[in-house]
Structures are given as C-alpha cells and as structure tokens.
C-alpha cells in the first residue's frame, strides 16, 4: 500500500518516508478504477472518488517528501535513490491514473458527479484529455529530450573568469559586481559563452518548434499557440487577450519603465558610455541589504506577521515550530528556493539558500505568502486540483504578499529601508515589459513555425526596441543581434508560460494600492482570495475574489497611475548617497 500521511507530526525533520513500491501503487489505483467503472449508482461513484483523492494525496506527500529530503541534501543517498525511483516509475503511474481520469470524464453518473465536485473538475480534465493521445508519445519523448539537452548546455557551461572556472549561476556575483571592470569583463564573458552557443542553442529551439507544432498538427490544431494554453489549463482566456494586454503594457507602462530606467541611468553617471551590463547595478552605491542573521531575520518575520493579521502569524509561528523553513545555504544542499504543500501533513514548507542579500526577505514574504495560500487552501477542498488556483494566478498569492508587508520593512533592512522599497517596487513594474516580450516573442515563434533562427532574434530585437528601449547594446554585437531571450530558460522549459508572472505582478500592485487606502480591508480581501483556492477558473476567479482583470478594462492604466503615485515621494538621486 501506499504510505499513509497525518498531519500530527511534531518535527517535519522526522517524517519518515517508505520506499515507494511501483506495483503496489499502480494496483491501488487500478483497484479504484475498477470499482469506479462498476459503480451502482452516483452515490458509490462519489465515495471512490473521495477514496481516489486521498490516495493521490498520500502519493503526492510522499513524493514531495522525497523530493524536499534529497534538495536539502542532494548527498544524502536514500533519498537521492527515491528520487531517481521517481522519475523511473511515474509515466506509468500517471496512465493508471490518467485511466482513472477518463472513466471519471465518462461515468454515467457525471450528474452526481458534477453536483458534488462541480463543473470546473470536468472541465480541466476534458481539456487534458484533449492535449494528449497515443499517437504523440513518441513526440512527447522527443521534446523532452530537447528540454534536457538546453538544461544540459547551460548548466554544464564553465566560464573562465579571472583564473577560476564558474557556472552561468555562479557568476551571477561578478555581474552585478559594483565595481565597474569586474561587472563589465563578467558579462561580457557570460555573453561570450552564448555567442559561442548561438548555433547550437538556436538549433536546438528550432527543433522545439518544429516538434511541438507537429504534435499541434496531429492533436488536431492550427498550430501550437493554442495547445500551449490548453496544456497550461487556461480556460477561459485565449492568445487574442494576450495579445491586447500586450498591446495595454505598451501603452501604460512602457513609459513609466522608461522613466525608471533613464532616472537609473543618471544615477549610475556614465552618461554616453554606459552599457546595457550597467543596469544590473540600481544604486551606484550598492544594493539594500538586511541587517541581522537568518535567525534574527526570522524572528522580525515573527513579529511583523503578529502585527499584521492573526491569520498570518499562527501559520508563519506553525511552520517555524514544526520545523517547515530550511533557509540557509550549507554543504550538499541544492540551490534555488521554493515553496512546496504537503497535503497529507496539512503543511507547507519553504526552501531557500540565504545569502546576505535582499532576497532572503523576499523569501520571507514571496515564499511564506505561496505557503499562506497552502494552508488556507488546503482547508477549504479535499479536491487536490482546487486547493491552488491555475497558473496564471498562483503568484499573486506571492507577490502580494510582497508589498503587504512593506510597512514592517525597516525591521530587516533598517537604514537602508527606503532604499529597498523604491527598488522593489521599481524592479516590479520594470519587470512588467519584459516578461510581456518574452510571451510576444513566444507567440509570434509558434504562429512562424518555419522561420530561421536569425529571423527570430531580428523579431526579439525589434520587441526591445518597442518596450525596452534602454537596451542599448552598442559594445555587444550578439545582443545586438537579437540573442538576449537564449538565456530565458522559460522559453524553452514552459512555452507560453512567462506572462503569468506580468499578470499576478498586476494584480499584486492593485493589492499594494488597496492596502495604502485601508491595509486591514485589504489584507481582509486578501485572505478570502486564498481561501478559494483553484475552485473557478481564472476569470471566474478573479471576479468572485472582487479583483479587477489586468487585462480587461482600465485596470493597468489605473495600477500606472497609482503605483507612480507612491513612486512620487522618493527621490532616488537622495537614496543613493
Ligand atoms: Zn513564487
């Protein structure tokens, strides 16, 4: 059987977790299915499905047990075992339950059915149903490979830098180095390496598009655009509403990056030599950094959510007691950071690597306001698929919470409190062209499926010049040349994905907006908008919650004109001292 999950652990750290037996598993499902097929009436249907989720729960613990155990120490061989057993057995789990899906869509009962789990569960099972059939698995497995072989070219790149050899990640530090000549050679070595890979890394994605808009062809679609939003689960928003936000960020909030960006420029002082590297830098003085260590960090988070909402503060004093936050970087543990919910254990647990920069708070609020979510989600549905909402929205959750808790920022950044917020909130709607021109770029690559690969950097560089226009690459002829989106894994990993991230950033600033007029209103909002997890689809969901749609309407326009109100009251040449 599979490993059954409670949630009355007192300690994450001792959670043990069962090898997971392939058999076992796959006739635990095939046993539901079985039964779910011979069914009486909708009544017994109901209770097998009930019985089906919490396998899967059970199932899904495990796995992000496994998969938390072997991040936290990736030298840690049981786990590391376990981890590798997953990749191997889950394709053939996922058609048992697949199978267990499409008896579901089929029942004879689907009234009952519908009445106790509601319309939207059909729906997305229908649509998954519809991105998937025998005859593209060889497909499949192709453009798997090509995923792996652009992970596999990016993360094996070693630069030589000033007599070492570093990763693309590691050399992160000297890229935003404030010390001129480092961040410059940096950046251009890092750029080198992609110039070297131009072919190589273009070849690769255009045998990406050619695969993915076969398997479009075979599914019966026009081209791929349309089966990269049905794969993503949007159910009611199309490439046509994309394309007419796109067409809004242009118009509203193009100009206030522009102004954000030229402001940067006369700070940093370089005048007509500076270089598209430069903008790493926002102060020439450095970045804001918070003062006090990961502990000491912590405890400010502790009474900063007591003083913002109860809510907040006995799940934030959950985790920290159970022992759901591993946050600070040591040997053998993986990099990066996440926030992942365990629904068998009714938990959440976030993982970061602090490092001494801003980012270890953003953890605080970003990660805790993805596991904020989990919580109350998890309360309110046993429906796996209804706890967080779809994609598209899963980062407001974050984001907001990001700019919620602006007022206890001095706690951790102190002196240099102002001086993250202005960059903060300037990083946000900065943000907002670019993952819009990732997702234009995008677009127009899937409806051209037959065009070159230096027809498409042409295309990107042309999109720059539109919403980014500081983007002056006068020193490097292969941006010049329109190669800066290689370096975007998204494109590659998650076609179609990055505009959510511009969306949630919207919604998240009419949040900031709302909290400056009333924050316990908002912060009131807020929570109920948790609450309702995934259980309507995004528009839905966004009206039931009472938030207006970024890409319906005035919204951005109104989000502009507010957000640029705030920005108002700092002077960033006076921050920069
Ligand atoms: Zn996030």
């Known amino acids: 059987m599979i490993q059954h999950f409670t949630p009355d652990f007192a300690s994450l750290e001792d959670v043990k977790v069962s090898r997971l037996e392939k058999q076992e598993i796959m006739d635990a499902f095939s046993s539901l299915d079985e039964r779910l097929v011979h069914a009486k009436d909708g009544k017994e249907a109901i209770a097998i499905v009930k019985e089906y989720f919490a396998l899967s729960d059970d199932l899904s613990s495990a796995i992000s047990l ?9 030298q840690d061989e049981y786990y590391k075992e376990l981890s590798d057993l997953i990749d191997e057995i889950m394709p053939e789990i996922s058609a048992v339950t697949n199978q267990f899906d499409k008896d579901f869509y089929e029942s004879p009962f689907r009234k009952e059915l519908v009445e106790e789990f509601g319309q939207l569960y059909f ?3 229908a649509l998954s149903m519809k991105t998937f059939s025998e005859e593209i698995i060889p497909d499949l497995v192709e453009e798997n490979k090509l995923v792996s072989e652009y992970i596999q070219v990016i993360s094996s790149a070693l630069i030589e830098f000033k007599g070492e050899k570093y990763s693309i990640p590691q ?3 000297f890229t935003n180095s404030l010390d001129r000549e480092t961040r410059l050679e940096a950046s251009k070595k890092v750029w080198g390496f992609y110039a070297d890979n131009d072919e190589k890394i273009g070849g690769l994605y255009s045998k990406m598009v050619e695969v993915r808009t076969r398997i479009a062809h075979k599914l019966g679609y026009k081209n791929f655009l349309q089966l990269a939003y049905d794969r993503m689960g949007r159910l009611d928003w199309t490439p046509e509403d994309a394309k ?9 909030i193009v100009p206030l990056s522009n102004s954000i960006f030229a402001a940067q420029k006369e700070r940093l002082g370089f005048g007509k030599d500076t270089r598209s590297s430069d903008f790493a ?3 020439s003085t450095g970045n804001p950094t918070p003062k006090g260590t990961p502990e000491e960090l912590v405890s ?6 007591s003083e913002l909402s109860p809510i907040a503060s006995k799940y934030f004093n959950f985790m920290v007691d159970h022992k759901c936050l591993d946050l600070v970087a040591k040997k053998g543990k993986a990099g990066g950071g996440f926030m992942d919910y365990i629904p068998g254990l009714k938990t959440s647990f976030i993982f970061a690597n602090f490092n001494g920069t801003s980012g270890d708070v953003d953890t605080l609020t970003h990660e805790f306001g993805h596991a904020l979510q989990g919580f109350l989600g998890g309360e309110m549905t046993n429906v796996p698929s209804y706890r967080t909402p779809g994609m598209e929205c899963a980062e407001m959750h974050s984001m907001s919470m990001e700019f919620f808790t602006y007022p206890w920022m001095n706690l951790f950044f102190k002196e240099d409190t102002d001086k993250y917020c202005y960059q903060h909130l300037c990083d946000a709607l900065t943000f907002i062209p670019y993952g819009c021109i990732i997702d234009a770029f995008q677009a127009y690559v899937y409806e051209n499926p037959t065009l070159t690969h230096e027809e498409r950097k042409a295309y990107w560089r042309q999109l720059e010049k539109q919403y980014l226009p500081h983007k002056d690459y006068w020193d490097n002829p292969f941006l010049e040349s329109g190669g800066y989106w290689m370096r975007q894994h998204h494109v590659f990993e998650n076609p179609l994905y990055y505009l959510d991230y511009t969306i949630a950033q919207v919604v998240a600033l009419e949040f900031f907006a709302e909290s400056r007029e009333d924050e316990k209103k908002a912060f009131e909002k807020y929570i109920a908008f948790d609450k309702l997890g995934g259980r309507y689809s995004f528009r839905e969901l ?18 502009a004109s507010s957000t640029m109100d705030y920005l108002k009251q700092f002077d960033p040449a006076k921050l920069d001292k």
Request: glycine letters at 6%.
């Open 66 to 74: 496994i998969y938390i155990r072997h991040q936290v120490d990736t």
């Open 123 to 125: 729906d997305q099972v």
């Open 171 to 173: 050399m992160g530090k």
């Open 244 to 252: 007419v936000y796109r067409e809004k960020i242009l118009k509203y």
């Open 281 to 283: 830098i926002f102060y």
């Open 300 to 305: 400010a988070a502790k009474q900063m959510y």
């Open 542 to 559: 966004l009206k039931t919650a009472g938030i207006k749609n970024p890409m319906d309407g005035d919204t951005l326009k109104e989000v």
